[in-house]
């Protein structure tokens, strides 16, 4: 299904330094997404 476009996944990614406020969006439960922590992002 994925590879025929009839899903699409959603990632939201966060910089190591952010990783409490993707804490605090899971133990919320406010994720419509997965969430990715990375050590470095792109700027």
Known sequence: ???NSQ????I????LDNA????HKLVDNKFSARAVV???TKT
Do not use: K, S
Not at 7 to 10: D, F, K, T, V, Y
Not at 12 to 15: F, P
């Open 1 to 3: 299904m994925y590879r």
């Open 7 to 10: 899903i699409e996944a959603e």
């Open 12 to 15: 939201e990614t966060y910089a």
């Open 20 to 23: 409490l406020n993707a804490r």
């Open 38 to 40: 990375v050590p470095h």
